[in-house]
């Protein structure tokens, strides 16, 4: 990622859940520089977190996360990176 974009940069990684619940009412507001988030997040238990890149970069740097397991981008949320679950399995919701 960071041969495509040298200032590639992890911005979030764990969140608090009074953050997430910021972000919730952030993008509820209308901020259009907030993804609307989940009522619970992944960032909350430290399995997510977020890069900022160029598209390009983001792109080549979701590519590699799936070849490594991880889970396709998130629709709108390109900066998200997150493991892959299984189906019934893991979810923030259980571990919160």
Sequence with gaps: MQR??????????????????????AAAAGDKSVHQPAAHSLH????????????????????LWQQWGGAAQVAGDAVHFAPKIAPGGLTAEALL
């Design 4 to 25: 495509v974009d040298p200032r590639a940069t992890v911005t979030a990684t764990w969140r608090s859940r009074q953050t997430q619940e910021c972000l919730i009412a």
């Design 44 to 63: 909350e238990i430290g399995l997510a977190f977020d890069v900022s890149a160029t598209p390009a970069a983001l792109a080549v740097g979701h590519a």
